[in-house]
Nanobody
């Protein structure tokens, strides 16, 4: 069983930064694609970013240039560095592990507001 636990969410002003982290237990992340979804209030879940087993990264258009996804295989963690945050980035952020199946964490709330 793979378990993912996110941390690092909170309240930040527009233009601010946050770093989300996700710790994975139960399996090593080396062969997996790791990434992040988010679900804004009242909206559907949307994909944000991913990092493949060889380190290739991909981003949704809405966050490209502002968010950076990274992985540390030795620590079994994946992170999401977010800068220049906007109110529309407000959402619950979920990390995911995808190999033979997909597992997701419980999420961490990010609120961007003045």
């Amino acid at each position: 069983q793979v378990q993912l636990v996110e941390s690092g969410g909170g309240l930040v002003q527009p233009g601010g930064s946050l770093r989300l982290s996700c710790v994975v237990s139960g399996r090593g992340i080396n062969p997996a694609t790791m990434g992040w979804y988010r679900q804004p209030p009242g909206k559907d879940r949307e994909w944000v970013a991913s990092t493949g087993p060889h380190g290739r990264t991909m981003y949704a258009a809405a966050v490209k240039g502002r968010f950076t996804v990274s992985r540390d295989n030795a620590k079994n963690t994946v992170s999401l560095q977010m800068v220049s945050l906007k109110p529309e980035d407000t959402a619950v952020y979920y990390c995911y592990y995808r190999f033979d199946t997909e597992y997701r964490g419980q999420g961490t709330q990010v609120t961007v507001s003045s």
